[in-house]
């Protein structure tokens, strides 16, 4: 059986999420926006897991805008933003370290005249603070930073920009899919206008997403899809009525169960990086090892190239550079931007952990690891004999 370190990339989803979502597929099948009184029944169950999902972030659920991905989320909060506030200002800032759903929608408003800055990171791949003051102008409308990392689970300091920008008027949005569910999220403290998470990330289905919009920010925007009124007109299209039901059940369930979880899944993390550092040696843990999050582990093999050891190790999922940009031969930007040497660039692999893996299934997962690597070593020219 493989063993599945890959939950950043997806997760399963949770049987709980699948039993809730059930009845949505086939009997409880109207259309939330039918004036009849099957309509009206399963309006009153959406407006009820958009509770469930602000709640869990510390919002209001008037605040919560369904979209189809964590993507169309961060490119609805990005291109909504700037084009808001077009005539106030055209410069925008975001980080080198991104997933590509918020670098290419600052690319696509370069091409529409804006001007971005694109921050660099420190070697542990955060974002420093005084980067961020040193690029503010008086034209910038809008801060993009992620809250964590999807390739080396850094987290950023997302409340400090927002105590900088609030300052001077800016908005902050911060992509928080590989956040959700490793630590608390709560908006008000973070302090951010918009945030963005994703179901299939969650042990949730995949073809859902949320934004939460702040409320003073709400009123004025403009949607990305337009056409019927759904989403407070926000985002027209009708309503995926079983993926949201699925979304809030995953929420719920981060609700209750964060703590252990988090005990969970980080048990297994160390396990894993203390088993390869004390057994197998030459090995490099990618990005800051105290500010990231429980689920992910960067590892740089020494004198190994990632995709010949992923080959070696086939009954292991995981991913080298990001699952998104695996078809590219180039190097993972992140690990770029946080200056790893070529070497270890080259032999860089990504596990992610999540709720239903077990000790059985690390343990294994290193055996596997500590073979395959010996070999692929033994056979290196680069290797020091
Ligand atoms: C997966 C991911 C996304 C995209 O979410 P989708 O729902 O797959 O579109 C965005 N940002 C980060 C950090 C992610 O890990």
């Known amino acids: 059986m493989p063993i599945y370190l890959d939950y950043s990339a997806t997760t399963p989803m949770d049987p709980a999420v699948f039993e809730a979502m059930r009845p949505y597929f086939v009997e409880k099948y109207a259309n939330p926006s039918s004036i009849h009184s099957l ?17 869990s972030i510390g919002a209001e659920a008037h605040e919560i805008i369904f979209t189809a991905s964590g993507s169309e989320s961060d490119n609805m909060a990005i291109r909504g933003t700037a084009e808001l506030f077009r005539d106030k200002g055209k410069h925008i800032i975001t980080s080198s370290i991104e997933h590509k759903a918020v670098l290419e929608s600052f690319k696509l408003l370069e091409k529409q005249g804006f001007e971005v800055t694109y921050l660099p990171v420190d070697t542990n791949g955060i974002v420093p603070l005084d980067a961020v003051k040193n690029a503010i102008r008086k034209d910038t409308t809008l801060i993009s930073i992620m809250l964590v990392n999807n390739e080396i689970g850094t987290i950023q300091p997302v409340r400090e920009i927002s105590d900088i920008a609030k300052k001077q008027g800016i908005i902050v949005h911060t992509d928080a899919v590989q956040a959700m569910g490793k630590m608390k999220i709560d908006v008000g403290e973070l302090g951010v206008d918009l ?133 590219s031969v180039d190097a993972s930007h992140v690990l770029y931007a946080i200056g790893v040497n070529p070497v270890d660039l080259h032999g860089a692999i990504r596990f992610s952990f999540g709720r239903f893996n077990t000790e059985e299934e690390v343990n294994r997962a290193v055996d596997i690891l500590k073979e395959s690597v010996e070999k692929l070593r033994a056979m290196s020219p680069l290797v020091n004999r």
Do not use: W
Not at 39 to 55: C, F, N, S
């Open 195 to 327: 945030l963005t998470i994703s179901g299939h990330k969650l042990c949730g289905p995949k073809g859902i997403g949320a934004l939460y919009i702040d409320e003073n920010l709400k009123n004025d925007f403009k949607p990305l899809v337009v056409g019927g009124a759904q989403e407070y007109g926000l985002r027209a299209g009708t309503e995926s009525v079983p993926n949201i039901i699925g979304l809030a059940e995953s929420c719920a369930i981060i609700m209750k169960n964060l703590e252990k979880e988090k005990a969970h899944i980080k048990s297994l993390r160390d396990l894993f990086e203390h088993r390869l550092i004390e057994e197998l040696g030459d090995v490099n843990i990618n990005g800051d090892i105290e500010k990231r999050v429980c689920s992910i582990s960067n590892i740089a093999f020494r004198y190994v190239e990632a995709e010949a050891l992923m080959i070696y190790a086939e009954d292991i999922c995981c991913s080298t550079g990001s699952a998104c940009s695996s078809e």
């Open 39 to 55: 309509g009206r029944a399963i309006r009153d169950d959406l407006e009820k897991a958009r509770e469930t999902v602000a709640k």
